[in-house]
């Protein structure tokens, strides 16, 4: 079962614009929606996230839109740079059934950015 | 160095050989995690540890994968007879404190195993 949906899964776009990547979720038990970043060979890497409470978050070019009624959230890229070029994963946090503290990240199956100049 | 370290970073197993994998997370990290990632794919969690004590064994695949941190710092994560199916990267994670507080997790770059 896929608790998180992402697309597209591939997307190419001009440097300069804006790279537009989106999420929908399932469980409403989820609490932390984080972006991360991953480059070939590397581990994802934090880039932005959100609590349910914030319908929208601003880091620099990164911004995060969520609508917990549509249980859906979005990262927006702007002004794209072949720099950005890596996949990008959006994840959700619950706690595990165990009670005693377990969070597991649940992530989309992730969008190939290519920014090209 | 100062970031989650794995070992090996690249791994072939004959299919059913047993292999150990490696994670030295970030000094004085409590939290833990493993997660697999298959090709083209996002990670899926395995296991997780706060310290010495594995929390959630939850996504381990079968009984033939295992992991234990028995001194809270190193994690071994030990696959018994591998099979085709094994083959992915195992991806390690630390936190400081709970994970849940800030959701961020640390990675190290992953093994990549292959059974043939």
């Known amino acids: 079962q896929q608790q998180v949906k992402q697309s597209p899964q591939s997307l190419i776009v001009q440097k300069g614009g804006i790279s537009i990547i989106n999420c929908a979720y399932e469980?409403?038990?989820?609490?932390?929606f984080p972006w991360y970043q991953q480059f070939p060979g590397k581990g994802p890497a934090l880039l932005i996230a959100?609590?349910?409470?914030?319908s929208e978050k601003k880091e620099g070019r990164f911004t995060i839109s969520f609508n917990k009624s549509a249980k859906q959230f979005s990262l927006h890229i702007m002004d794209s740079q072949p720099g950005d070029s890596a996949t990008y994963f959006c994840?959700?946090?619950?706690?595990?059934?165990?009670?005693?503290?377990?969070?597991?990240?649940?992530f989309g199956k992730g969008t190939k950015l290519s920014v090209i100049p | 160095g100062a970031g989650v370290s794995q070992s090996p970073r690249y791994k072939v197993a004959k299919r059913g050989q047993d292999v150990a994998l490696r994670c030295d997370p970030i000094?004085?990290?409590?939290?833990l995690f493993w997660y697999q990632q298959a090709l083209g794919q996002g990670p899926e969690f395995l296991t997780y540890?706060?310290?010495?004590?594995?929390?959630?064994k939850s996504g381990l695949p079968s009984d033939r994968f295992f992991a234990e941190r028995p001194e809270g710092s190193v994690s071994t994560l030990k696959i018994q007879r591998t099979q085709q199916e094994d083959s992915a990267v195992y991806l390690c994670?630390?936190?400081?404190?709970?994970?849940?507080?800030?959701?961020?997790?640390?990675f190290g770059e992953g093994s990549r195993l292959t059974v043939l």
């Open positions: 469980n409403t038990a989820f609490d932390y």
């Open positions: 994840a959700a946090l619950s706690i595990g059934d165990s009670g005693a503290g377990s969070y597991q990240l649940t």
């Open positions: 959100i609590r349910p409470d914030v």
């Open positions: 540890f706060q310290n010495e004590a594995q929390l959630d």
């Open positions: 000094s004085g990290h409590v939290s």
């Open positions: 994670a630390s936190s400081s404190g709970l994970a849940g507080v800030s959701g961020e997790l640390f």
